[in-house]
């Protein structure tokens, strides 16, 4: 890819549990030892020395929700001289291609936050539990696709991250369900700043991506941008992007806003673009530090430099509920959003995929996801 400076390159790596094993790709080697407790949870520590004999290291502490088969990777997103892909089975090749309507939908998923405003312990489920729901999820919340046909719709989830652990059980529990019935090959990408810092959604969004795009087991054909508060409550809400000239909107309808589109929305939620698409527009904005106006600024990116429009299914059931939750004090408004939107078609060929300077500090592959911890860089 000669527009997301910084790509890397993937090299496949197995990664042997309980053994202190050495791997030699090039000039560099890797050392990886892993401790398993009889609680499940898991001291891990990666150690490796790259070309230029700088020694990076990683160390976590993980509790009883983490799991004893996850994988856990260190790689830099500008400077990678290696990287590591989880082994595993690749997409089921039966001969007889999916219908275009999958014969598993069942229309309302009944989506329930209750739990957690009653304090109830046995809600939303624990990871494990997600895990144990959904047996056919390999490493990476990779789901390889039904077994009986030949699906096309190849999907990465994108979901910028920070401190919303509960949100995102309930997340994984409704959409892992939703994306099997639908028949889609799929992975769950989970981009979490790893810093104290002002939240930078843009730099996320951007940094999934790249990783994505380069995951060589799923070639994912579609990208989703989705907040991890938003859930759709129907099945039938298809994940399946436009491709040409149309760039899907789904979250247009949502329970904060009695189910109308309006309130200055534009794109912001859930919305999925092409490879080519996305790349055109040269993604999203790095320069939005705090809350507000990313989803404004690349809607103006779809319009005028992708020439794009922007699809919003009319069907009555395309719904989502937002899970209610108080401000994070380290996303806080942005002042100068204003001043940003009004200068982003100056800004726009030269911030973005092609200027982004943020850096990846680890991937952990878990069951029910694939957690990139990023640092965006600092404003």
């Given at each position: 890819m000669k527009n997301l400076g910084g790509v890397f390159c993937r090299k496949q790596c197995v990664v042997a549990v309980l053994l202190l094993a050495t791997f030699y790709l090039g000039m560099n080697f890797v050392t990886i030892e892993i401790y398993v407790k009889k609680n499940l949870s898991l001291k891990k520590r990666i150690k490796y020395n790259v070309t230029n004999d700088k020694t990076q290291t990683f160390s976590d502490q993980v509790g009883s929700e983490i799991y004893a088969d996850s994988n856990i990777h260190d790689v830099n997103l500008n400077s990678i001289s290696l990287s590591f892909e989880h082994t595993t089975s690749a997409s089921r090749t039966a001969d007889i291609p999916c219908p275009d309507e999958s014969p598993l939908l069942k229309g309302p998923v009944g989506v329930n936050f209750e739990g957690a405003e009653k304090n109830d312990s046995n809600w939303p489920p624990t990871f494990e539990e997600i895990a144990a729901?959904?047996?056919?999820?390999?490493?990476?919340?990779?789901?390889?696709?039904?077994?009986?046909?030949?699906?096309?719709?190849?999907?990465?989830?994108?979901?910028?991250?920070?401190?919303?652990?509960?949100?995102?059980?309930?997340?994984?529990?409704?959409?892992?369900?939703?994306?099997?019935?639908?028949?889609?090959?799929?992975?769950?990408?989970?981009?979490?700043?790893?810093?104290?810092?002002?939240?930078?959604?843009?730099?996320?969004?951007?940094?999934?991506?790249?990783?994505?795009?380069?995951?060589?087991?799923?070639?994912?054909?579609?990208?989703?941008?989705?907040?991890?508060?938003?859930?759709?409550?129907?099945?039938?809400?298809?994940?399946?992007?436009?491709?040409?000239?149309?760039?899907?909107?789904?979250?247009?309808?949502?329970?904060?806003?009695?189910?109308?589109?309006?309130?200055?929305?534009?794109?912001?939620?859930?919305?999925?673009?092409?490879?080519?698409?996305?790349?055109?527009?040269?993604?999203?904005?790095?320069?939005?530090?705090?809350?507000g106006a990313e989803d404004d600024d690349i809607n103006a990116r779809i319009i005028w430099i992708g020439r794009f429009s922007i699809y919003r299914p009319p069907d009555d059931y395309i719904r989502f509920k937002m899970i209610r939750h108080e401000n994070d004090k380290k996303n806080p408004k942005n002042n100068e959003r204003g001043a940003l939107l009004d200068s982003w078609n100056k800004r726009q060929s030269k911030d973005g995929l092609n200027s982004l300077q943020s850096t990846i500090t680890s991937v952990v592959e878990y069951p029910t996801h694939t957690r990139i911890l990023v640092k965006p860089k600092p404003k």
């Open positions: 729901a959904y047996p056919t999820l390999e490493n990476g919340g990779y789901y390889p696709g039904p077994s009986n046909c030949r699906t096309e719709n190849t999907l990465a989830i994108i979901i910028p991250f920070r401190d919303r652990e509960e949100h995102l059980r309930f997340f994984l529990y409704y959409i892992h369900g939703i994306l099997q019935r639908q028949q889609a090959r799929y992975r769950i990408f989970v981009v979490e700043q790893d810093d104290d810092q002002i939240f930078n959604k843009g730099q996320l969004m951007n940094t999934g991506f790249i990783y994505a795009h380069n995951d060589t087991t799923l070639h994912p054909k579609c990208f989703f941008f989705h907040d991890v508060d938003t859930v759709s409550e129907d099945d039938r809400t298809l994940y399946r992007c436009r491709g040409g000239n149309e760039v899907l909107h789904l979250s247009h309808r949502i329970d904060k806003f009695n189910y109308r589109f309006c309130c200055g929305m534009t794109v912001g939620g859930v919305i999925g673009m092409t490879n080519e698409q996305f790349q055109k527009l040269n993604g999203f904005s790095n320069a939005y530090y705090g809350w």
